[in-house]
């Protein structure tokens, strides 16, 4: 099985008739994904290349069967997409837009949670189960489908870490990519417990970065409830204190946040660390190697 998106996954797109959403919305429906509809207000009754557009989500999941909700929207109109997308009744709404403001995400985030709906990001690169179907703007061809599952905060370094243990001769069960603004819909925590679950994981990789505490709790999590090894990287090794580096959540405030602690923290908890992408690869793949 795989975690959050598969072959049950039937996908509607906010924002498919624009010109990300096109490219990335085929492109996802190339790789296999079965991308049902799409909506945009005031479209209703197009089609981008045989996929139809409704008003409405709703529309989408009654005529469409649509289970699954990736928005492409504006950071301005974001949030009433996944708002609307939780209304209808979706079941995992995976947001890529960045720049929705916190205080606005922080209500939207109780909304999910409260409806029992998935949430993943937003400012993330989307899920990808390989083999079985990517959504979101996630490089397909740098992963391999296997057994070592990775929840990250970064999309580039993910790629790099999938495309390194592709070249090793491993492969992923999924990948998911949570985001990295200071409120995401699903934290590290969240996606270990699926990957705990899975029966097709055997080892997990995790890729944060400096500022909050995330990574922290994560090691916490990993130490009482987790049973499969974990291997890590922490972004920000050389970031200074009090500047933002990349994405809206990573900045260091004061002494908390700093990669050296979070990678303290997760060793103490037996996560191994490496500090470079290319060396948490290796780690990886020779952790693998001693289950194999």
Not at 208 to 226: C, H, K, L, W
Request: aromatic residues 6%.
């Amino acid at each position: 099985m795989a975690i959050v998106v598969n072959e049950e996954t039937k996908l509607v797109i906010s924002g498919l008739t624009g010109r990300e959403g096109t490219f990335h919305g085929l492109r996802n429906r190339s790789y296999g994904t079965d991308v049902v509809a799409g909506v945009t207000p005031g479209k209703g009754g197009q089609d981008v290349e045989g996929i139809p557009v409704y008003d409405k989500v709703a529309e989408a999941i009654a005529e469409r069967d649509a289970n699954t909700s990736m928005i492409f929207v504006p950071a301005r109109f974001a949030a009433a997409a996944i708002t609307e997308a939780i209304d209808a009744g979706v079941h995992t709404v995976i947001a890529i837009t960045e720049g929705i403001p916190v205080y606005v995400m922080l209500g939207v985030y109780w909304k999910a949670r409260d409806a029992g709906v998935r949430l993943i990001g937003p400012n993330c690169p989307g899920v990808l189960s390989p083999g079985k179907s990517n959504v979101g703007i996630i490089p397909a061809h740098f992963f391999d489908p296997g057994a070592i599952g990775v929840v990250s905060k970064s999309g580039t370094l993910t790629y790099q870490i999938g495309n390194e243990l592709k070249q090793a001769g491993t492969g992923n069960s999924s990948i998911v990519g949570i985001g990295g603004d200071p409120i995401v819909g699903s934290d590290f925590i969240d996606v270990l417990a699926l990957f705990e679950e899975d029966d097709e994981t055997e080892l997990i990789v995790m890729v944060g970065e400096i500022g909050g505490d995330a990574e922290e709790r994560a090691a916490d999590f990993i130490a009482e409830q987790v049973s499969k090894p974990v291997v890590a990287y922490i972004a920000g090794f050389t970031a200074p204190p009090g500047k933002q580096m990349g994405h809206a959540g990573a900045i260091i405030s004061g002494s908390s946040g700093t990669a050296e602690a979070k990678k303290e923290a997760l060793e103490a908890r037996g996560v191994r660390v490496g500090r470079s992408p290319t060396e948490s690869a290796q780690l990886a793949v020779e952790a693998m190697r001693a289950i194999a």
